[in-house]
């Protein structure tokens, strides 16, 4: 479980019991334990994912959360704080899933940070994002070039902010890699990782290398992996900024369209990446051809400052 304060993307957040007072949004933001579920009757469920067992809705001004069998989320439309109410019989690591790679990840999105759907790593100081909805290979890539010694920024989740100077800032995030067993044993770190313990499907990694500060972003891939059977070459073709902005903003974190405050303020941060850093869509193999593939790609692409087609 997460302990009663810390830190996740770049924010302080801090536990607190239902009638304690809602503390002031810094330096802590307050993840509020409720002992009830929100009421039906105060909530608009509005849609409703079967495969995810998630529902999504409203409760006046605030936005609500259910995930089946493991707790209940209330996000203000200021982002200030978060009500939890926690099934008592849902394992910790299911709220922490759900809390880390779901629901903060929208608060900040509410709280005008924008977060994308990415794994990433660093070189040279700076970081490259593979981006991509569930199944696309973001964990088992992080995985792979973390496993050759390139330093993790995150798995899935990469929270991006803009500096002083107007540099784009990406990370930190989270520090643990979640691949299949199998795709453990590919890659070479089965002895390395925690098995899945009784409702997880995947192992989890934390490696050595990990980077607790944020960087500046050199370039994002967005990944279109194949099997060998259909995979005719291997390359990274630069997208047009139209379709660039449009498959950042696809990939990133947020809650509703009618959040108009929190989507203009993504857009504004999404249009500067699209303006200083490279994006390129990314065809690769799943193994050790694709693996080294991309590692020459990204080392390539920080020494000739383009993207590297082959």
Not at 17 to 31: G, V
Not at 229 to 252: H, I, M, Q, R, T
């Amino acid at each position: 479980m997460l302990p009663q304060e810390f830190e996740l993307y770049g924010s302080r957040f801090q536990w607190l019991e239902a009638d304690s007072p809602i503390q002031s949004p810094e330096p802590c933001i307050s993840l509020i334990r409720s002992s009830q579920p929100l009421s039906s009757e105060a909530v608009v469920w509005l849609s409703h994912s079967e495969a995810d067992k998630l529902w999504f809705g409203k409760c006046g001004d605030s936005y609500a959360y259910r995930f089946e069998n493991i707790g209940e989320f209330q996000l203000p439309a200021d982002g200030s704080f978060i009500q939890a109410f926690l099934d008592p019989e849902a394992p910790a690591w299911a709220v922490d899933f759900v809390l880390c790679r779901g629901v903060i990840p929208r608060l900040l999105h509410l709280r005008g940070i924008t977060c994308l759907h990415a794994g990433a790593v660093a070189i040279e100081d700076r970081v490259v994002a593979f981006c991509g909805p569930s199944g696309s290979g973001k964990s088992t890539l992080a995985a792979a070039l973390a496993a050759r010694g390139y330093p993790v920024i995150t798995d899935d989740v990469l929270p991006l902010r803009a500096s002083s100077s107007g540099v784009i800032l990406a990370g930190p995030g989270l520090p643990d890699i979640r691949v299949h067993p199998a795709t453990a044993v590919r890659i070479g770190i089965a002895d390395r990782v925690t098995l899945p313990v009784s409702g997880q499907t995947k192992s989890v990694w934390r490696p050595e290398s990990f980077v607790t500060t944020a960087l500046p972003l050199a370039g994002i891939y967005m990944l279109e992996w194949r099997g060998p059977a259909f995979l005719k070459s291997a390359g990274a073709v630069p997208l047009s900024p139209s379709d660039a902005l449009l498959s950042l903003l696809y990939n990133s974190f947020w809650l509703d369209p009618a959040e108009t405050g929190a989507l203009a303020t993504d857009l504004t941060r999404i249009a500067q990446v699209v303006r200083g850093v490279p994006i390129s869509r990314l065809s690769f193999e799943i193994g050790e051809t694709g693996f080294d593939f991309v590692d020459r790609l990204i080392s390539n692409r920080l020494i000739s400052g383009v993207p590297v087609c082959r």
